[in-house]
C-alpha cells in the first residue's frame, strides 16, 4: 500500500471532541453511543466478532474490485471488517475506517499496529465523512447503519466518496428487530432506577428505507435480502451479555452496578416466560453499485 499523495491526502472536517466522544450539543443520542462502545470495545471482538465476520463473508465474493482497492469502512468499530478485507482481497491502495467512538478505534488501531497492516482508524461521524469524492472502491457498513441518525446524510456520503463503478457492502438491523429485547430492559429500567433508567427503543430503518435511500443515491442493488425470525431465548445470559456489548447504549451513563442490576432482573423476567423470552430478529444485507 502506498501514501496517500498531497492531492489525494483525506481533508479533515471540523468535528469537536471531548474525551467521552462528541461534544455536547452535538444530538445526545451518538455521545451516548460513543461512549457506550468504547465501554465495551475491549471485549467485542471476544463477543461478538465473529459473528460480523461471517456477515460480511457471505457478501465477498459478490464484490468485483479493481486490484490493490481502495476501501472505507464506515462504522469500522475493532476493524474486523476492514481487517477480513485486507485478508481477502489482498494489498490495498488504502485502508480507511471511521467510528463514533474513540474506544473503538484505539483498539482497531492496535490491531493493525500487531497485524502490520497499514490502516488508517479515524474518530469521526458517518454523516459528516472526511474523504474526498470519490476516493474508493469499496465502502463497508456492516451492522451501523442502523445507529445512524440522519440516515439520508449518511448514505449521501458513502455516495459520495465512492467512485463511479464502486461497490457498497451494507448490513444493517432492521425493524421490528429486538423490540422485546428493548421493550423489557425500559420496562425493568423504570422499576429498578426511575427515569435514569428509561430505555428509548432504537429507530431501526426498515428495509424498503434502506433500499429507497440507495436508489435514491443512484446505487444499483445487485443483492438485497432480508430475513425477519422470533426465536426463543432460552438461556438469556449469554443473550444479555451479547446484546450489552453490540447495544451499550442504554447503559452509558449508568454505573456498572446499575447495569448489572438491570441485567440480572431482565435475565429472571426472561427466564420466567414459558418456552422462552421471544425476540425478533431482522437484519438487511445489501450489495449495491454506485451508478456511473
Not at 474508493?136 to 456520503?157: P, T, Y
Not at 429498578?192 to 435514491?216: F, N, S, Y
Amino acid at each position: 500500500m502506498t501514501q496517500v499523495g498531497r492531492a489525494e491526502r483525506p481533508v479533515a472536517r471540523r468535528i469537536c471532541w471531548c474525551q467521552g466522544g462528541i461534544e455536547t450539543g452535538v444530538e445526545r443520542m451518538k455521545s451516548r453511543l460513543a461512549r457506550g462502545y468504547s465501554r465495551t470495545a475491549p471485549l467485542y471482538d471476544a463477543v461478538a466478532g465473529q459473528y460480523y465476520v461471517q456477515g460480511l463473508r457471505r457478501l465477498l465474493p459478490l464484490l468485483r474490485v479493481p486490484p490493490a482497492p481502495a476501501v472505507l469502512d464506515v462504522g469500522s468499530g475493532t476493524g474486523v471488517n476492514l481487517l477480513e478485507v485486507a485478508r481477502w482481497f489482498g494489498p490495498a491502495r488504502l485502508l480507511c475506517g471511521i467510528d463514533l467512538s474513540p474506544g473503538m478505534v484505539r483498539v482497531a488501531q492496535h490491531k493493525a499496529a500487531l497485524l502490520g497492516i497499514p490502516a488508517h482508524f479515524t474518530v469521526g461521524d458517518a454523516e459528516q465523512l472526511p474523504y474526498p469524492d470519490g476516493l474508493f472502491d469499496l465502502v463497508i457498513c456492516n451492522s451501523v447503519f442502523h445507529w445512524f441518525r440522519n440516515r439520508a446524510a449518511a448514505m449521501a456520503e458513502m455516495c459520495r466518496v465512492l467512485r463511479p463503478g464502486g461497490q457498497l457492502v451494507l448490513i444493517c438491523a432492521t425493524a421490528p428487530a429486538f423490540a422485546e429485547w428493548f421493550a423489557l430492559l425500559d420496562r425493568i429500567g423504570r422499576q429498578l432506577l426511575g427515569p435514569r433508567g428509561a430505555v428509548d427503543p432504537p429507530d431501526l430503518p426498515t428495509a424498503r428505507e434502506v433500499a429507497a435511500l440507495l436508489a435514491a443515491n443512484g446505487f444499483f442493488i445487485q443483492h438485497l435480502y432480508n430475513p425477519t425470525t422470533v426465536r426463543p431465548i432460552l438461556f438469556p445470559e449469554p443473550f444479555i451479555r451479547l446484546m450489552s456489548v453490540v447495544a451499550p447504549y442504554w447503559a452509558a451513563d449508568l454505573t456498572p452496578a446499575e447495569q448489572s442490576a438491570v441485567e440480572l432482573a431482565a435475565a429472571a423476567a426472561m427466564r420466567a416466560s414459558p418456552g422462552g423470552f421471544p425476540v425478533t430478529w431482522s437484519s438487511l444485507e445489501a450489495v449495491a453499485t454506485r451508478a456511473g
